[in-house]
């Protein structure tokens, strides 16, 4: 993947728009060694292209910027419900020859629109997701869920979900290292993973309740730890079933999912900068053996960790 061509039209979202350029469209760092993407933006009628929120963008390039783009999105805008024949017929053809085609938010309508969601699972801004499914019933839609992948089709919702959605692709696309690197210059997590809710119940616990950072801090130092519910429970000074609970309200997902991700992410790493060999890795980031760690790193990323190292390592 080296070329990246993002679509805006009137009315296009500033953050929607800043979350791809961010991610795809910086130029190179010295600090890291990320690749350094050709980025386009582009439009169905070059030359100024009305914003909504007291901005407007000049883009010289029409849309036959996406006909050679390994990665093509469409970046969200407030008139979603309506569409250009022009840019469905982009986003057809860029599927139709084996580009990644992307959406977050609204602009995952224009790949609704376009038909390329029919019969896959996807997703959108929450607001919008019973509205998807009413208007392209043959979408799979999932409400509650951060970014889909289905094939060749990505789809995010809301706002700083695009971000995840992005770095989600640069992680399977580059490997954990580089999604990391990204997300450490842009100051945001370095993987919130796709089935975390969208949001949640207590994003701002009361002012007498209890944060669980210093418990995830202290969970991501002691991975290799037996890190049972129960255990994890006492530590904060709740009952289990009160944690299970608090946890998924302020995290999204539940204390053994966000534990096994955490160990995925961690034995992504070694096998990227290490060539210790799985048993080991397994040990180290609390999996036990080589067994369970390839069980819950096959079904995250669709491979062995064997084939991950070959394809990432350093």
């Not at 469905?88 to 959406?103: F, M, P, T």
Request: aromatic share 8%.
């Amino acid at each position: 993947m080296q070329t990246v061509a993002v679509v805006v039209q009137d009315g296009a979202e500033p953050f929607g728009l800043g979350s791809l350029v961010e991610v795809w469209g910086e130029p190179h760092h010295p600090e890291d060694d990320n690749p350094v993407f050709e980025f386009r933006v582009c439009t169905p009628r070059p030359g100024r292209v009305r914003g909504r929120s007291a901005f407007d963008l000049h883009v010289d390039l029409g849309l036959e910027a996406t006909e050679d783009a390994d990665l093509v999105c469409f970046s969200p805008k407030y008139d979603f419900l309506e569409h250009d024949e022009r840019v469905l017929e982009a986003a057809r053809r860029a599927h139709a020859r084996g580009a990644v085609v992307y959406a977050h938010c609204s602009g995952a309508f224009e790949l609704a629109a376009a038909g390329l969601l029919d019969g896959r699972e996807c997703t959108t801004h929450w607001r919008f997701t019973g509205l998807m499914q009413q208007l392209y019933p043959l979408a799979r839609v999932r409400p509650d869920v951060l970014y889909v992948q289905d094939g060749q089709v990505l789809t995010g919702a809301g706002a700083a979900a695009g971000i995840d959605a992005s770095l989600h692709l640069m992680r399977e696309r580059f490997g954990a290292r580089v999604a990391a690197a990204t997300a450490r210059r842009i100051v945001v997590p370095p993987h919130r993973d796709g089935g975390q809710a969208q949001f949640i119940a207590r994003p701002v616990p009361d002012c007498d309740a209890e944060t669980f950072g210093p418990l995830l801090g202290w969970i991501l130092e002691h991975l290799d730890e037996e890190l049972a519910v129960d255990d994890l429970a006492r530590r904060v000074h709740m009952s289990p079933r009160t944690f299970a609970r608090r946890f998924r309200d302020e995290t999204g997902t539940t204390p053994h999912a966000w534990v096994t991700a955490q160990r995925v992410r961690a034995a992504e790493e070694l096998l990227e900068r290490t060539d210790q060999p799985v048993d080991r890795i397994a040990t180290a980031v609390g999996f036990g053996n080589a067994a369970a760690l390839r069980h819950h790193f096959t079904r995250v990323r669709g491979v062995s960790p064997q084939i991950y190292r070959r394809q990432f390592a350093c």
